[in-house]
């Protein structure tokens, strides 16, 4: 199981590792997707670490245009925390879409006011005790930026809510 884990964790690095290269080197092709299409899409791809997690989208079928790939990694990487980071007892992920704005809540415990600010930046942990390297939400944060996207996370009574404003990439 160790070794298992270990090797989706390289798979991973190399994934990530090889987009910035292509977004270094080339320019990456803006392409039209479906929203609710990428989200159940990343959804089925932790079933493996979900375990007891409740997940409810409700995600209309919007078209994007954007980076395909940037874009799946955003979302991949906001799902996989809200899954990863959530409450013990009964957890619970809900993404939700109105008035152009995507959101990822989850019901874990509440990021420190304190560390909102830097909670984007590159190997930045709240708890160094998780696994990861700390830079999945700075590439979240970058991919955001760079197609106008944005970002922010509402930290409310019982857990967070990642929020994306997707006016900009919106067909």
């Given amino acids: 199981e160790r070794i298992k884990q270990a090797s989706n964790n390289l798979l991973k690095l190399y994934e990530t590792m090889e987009y910035n290269i292509k977004k270094e080197i080339d320019k990456i092709e803006k392409q039209e997707f479906y929203l609710d299409e990428i989200i159940f899409k990343s959804c089925d791809k932790f079933d493996d670490i979900k375990k007891d997690t409740k997940i409810i989208v409700n995600v209309p079928n919007k078209i994007l245009l954007s980076d395909l ?59 160094p005790s998780n696994d990861g390297f700390g830079l999945g ?18 930290t409310l009574e019982f857990g967070n809510k990642f929020n994306l404003n997707l006016k900009n990439i919106i067909i």
């Fill in 69 to 127: 790939n940037g874009f799946e990694k955003t979302i991949d990487n906001l799902i996989s925390n809200a899954i990863k980071y959530n409450s013990k007892d009964n957890p619970f992920v809900e993404i939700t879409f109105k008035d152009s704005i995507l959101s990822i809540y989850n019901n874990g415990e509440k990021i420190d006011t304190k560390n909102l600010f830097i909670v984007f930046e590159k190997y930045f942990q709240e708890n």
């Fill in 137 to 154: 939400l700075a590439m979240v944060k970058e991919f955001c930026d760079k197609n106008k996207i944005t970002i922010n996370i509402e």
